[in-house]
C-alpha cells in the first residue's frame, strides 16, 4: 500500500438519479478529506454479464477485477431490492473470489425507498466474509432515501458524518492486519 490509500467504491445501481451512487460517491469525499485517493467505479460503464464460471473473463470483468485488485479497500454501496442487494452488484461480485477481496478491508452502505436496509448490508458482510475481506465495524444505512438527499447532497447533518466517516475508516483500516481466514472461506470453493 503506498503512503496514500487508495479506495474504489462501487455503486450497484443502474438508476440514472442513483442515491446509492450519491451515497458512495459522498462516502469517496470521505476517503479524500482522510487523504486518500478514492474512484468511483459506475457498473453503468461496464459489461458484466450473468456470470458464467465457463466464461469468467467475460465482457468487462478483466478490466473489474483490475480495479478492485488494485484498491487498497473497497466501499460497497448497495440499493435494497426485496430485502437484499442488487442483481447488478450481485453479477460483479460473482466475477470476483479471493484474488480481489481477501484480506481486503471492504466498508459496506445500503439505500432503502422505505425503511431500515439492515438484511441488504448482513447480506454483503456475509458475502466479503466468505472472501476473507476484512469488514468495517461502522456501516451506512440510508432509509427512506428521497428524503435523505436535495440537490445532490444529504441534507441530513447526522447521516451525512455517518456516510463521510464510511470513507474516513477505509482510509483507516486500509492496511489493517487481517483476521485469521473464515470458517466459511474455507467452504468457498467457487472463488479460488
Known amino acids: 500500500m503506498s503512503d496514500s490509500p487508495h479506495v474504489v467504491g462501487i455503486a450497484g445501481s ?13 462516502a469517496l469525499d470521505g476517503v479524500r ?14 459489461d458484466l454479464p450473468t456470470y458464467d464460471a465457463d466464461a469468467d473473463e467475460a465482457g468487462d470483468a478483466g478490466e473489474f477485477k483490475r480495479l478492485v485488485r488494485e484498491a487498497d479497500a473497497v466501499l460497497l ?33 445500503a439505500v432503502a425507498g422505505g425503511g431500515f436496509p439492515v438484511t441488504a448490508l448482513e447480506h ?5 466474509r466468505a472472501l476473507n475481506a476484512w469488514v468495517i465495524p461502522h456501516q451506512v444505512a440510508v432509509p427512506r432515501a428521497h428524503a ?3 440537490a445532490g447532497d444529504v ?5 451525512d458524518d455517518r456516510v463521510l466517516t464510511l470513507g474516513r475508516r477505509a482510509v483507516q483500516y486500509a492496511d489493517i492486519e487481517p483476521d485469521p481466514d473464515s470458517f ?5 470453493v467457487g472463488a479460488e
Do not use: M, W
Not at 443502474?14 to 459522498?26: K, N
Not at 466459511?184 to 468457498?188: A, C, I, L, R, W
Open 33 to 46: 478529506r482522510a487523504g486518500g485517493t478514492a474512484e468511483l467505479i459506475d457498473l453503468r460503464a461496464y
Open 184 to 188: 466459511e472461506s474455507g467452504q468457498n
Open 124 to 128: 454483503l458482510r456475509s458475502v466479503c
Open 148 to 150: 435523505q438527499f436535495e
Open 77 to 109: 454501496g448497495t440499493p435494497v431490492y426485496h430485502g437484499s442487494y442488487s442483481s447488478a452488484l450481485k453479477a460483479a461480485l460473482d466475477y470476483c473470489g479471493f484474488e480481489e477481496f481477501e484480506d481486503e478491508t471492504v466498508g459496506l452502505l
Open 155 to 159: 441534507v441530513d447533518d447526522a447521516l
Open 14 to 26: 443502474l438508476r440514472d438519479e442513483s442515491y446509492t451512487r450519491l451515497g458512495v460517491g459522498r
